[in-house]
Nanobody, 120 residues
Framework: QVQLVESGGGLVQPGGSLRLSCAAS????????MGWYRQGPGKQRELVAA???????IYADSVKGRFTISRDNAKNTVFLQMNSLKAEDTAVYYC??????????????WGQGTQVTVSS
């Protein structure tokens, strides 16, 4: 059984910062790409940022220069440092990881989501 557990969401004022964490646990053989998605009110889920096991990253244009994704492979954890937050960043943020479990095929796993609200 593989699980992704997120933490770090909350309420922050515009211009503020938050750091999200997502830890993968369970019978994991290997973790490939990890990423963060978000779904704002009335919007479709969208990719925010992703990182490969080798450290290559991609970002949505709307967050470039403000958000930074990183990972700790030894701890099976991915982070999202969010700076200069704007009201339009308000959304539920979901962690995603492409994982090869020990005794199962590769699969895309999702966290439960963490709410980020940017408001004064």
């Amino acid at each position: 059984q593989v699980q992704l557990v997120e933490s770090g969401g909350g309420l922050v004022q515009p211009g503020g910062s938050l750091r999200l964490s997502c830890a993968a646990s369970g019978s994991i053989f290997s973790i490939y790409a990890m990423g963060w998605y978000r779904q704002g009110p009335g919007k479709q889920r969208e990719l925010v940022a992703a990182i490969t096991s080798g450290g290559s990253t991609i970002y949505a244009d709307s967050v470039k220069g403000r958000f930074t994704i990183s990972r700790d492979n030894a701890k099976n954890t991915v982070f999202l440092q969010m700076n200069s937050l704007k009201a339009e960043d308000t959304a539920v943020y979901y962690c995603n990881a492409h994982i090869r479990p020990v005794v199962a095929p590769n699969y895309d796993y999702w966290g439960q989501g963490t709410q980020v609200t940017v408001s004064s």
